[in-house]
Nanobody, 123 residues
Framework: QVQLVESGGGLVQPGGSLRLSCAAS????????MAWYRQAPGKGRDLVAA???????TYGDSVKGRFTIFGDNAKNTVYLQMNSLKAEDTAVYYC?????????????????WGQGTQVTVSS
């Protein structure tokens, strides 16, 4: 079992910044890929950013150049630095331990999710 706990969400004005944290615990030795997803009201859960232990990173088109995902192995924590925030970034943000589904499918969302943290961008 893996436990993921997000923090750092809140209310921020357009153009502002936030840093989200995801602390992992439990059977984390098997994890080699982490990701942030988000879900806005009435919409599906979308990939925001992801990275593997080999330091390969992936970003959703809408956040490229504004968001950065990085990890601290010593703290078993993954971060999402969000800059130049826009109203359309408003959503609940979830941390996920990704799973490798094979050479065809590659990495995808795994079964372990955090509880989510609300980010609201509004003036």
């Amino acid at each position: 079992q893996v436990q993921l706990v997000e923090s750092g969400g809140g209310l921020v004005q357009p153009g502002g910044s936030l840093r989200l944290s995801c602390a992992a615990s439990g059977s984390i030795s098997s994890i080699n890929a982490m990701a942030w997803y988000r879900q806005a009201p009435g919409k599906g859960r979308d990939l925001v950013a992801a990275f593997t232990s080999g330091s390969s990173t992936t970003y959703g088109d809408s956040v490229k150049g504004r968001f950065t995902i990085f990890g601290d192995n010593a703290k078993n924590t993954v971060y999402l630095q969000m800059n130049s925030l826009k109203a359309e970034d408003t959503a609940v943000y979830y941390c996920n331990a990704r799973v490798y589904y094979g050479p065809g499918a590659g990495y995808g969302p795994g079964p372990y999710w955090g509880q989510g943290t609300q980010v609201t961008v509004s003036s």
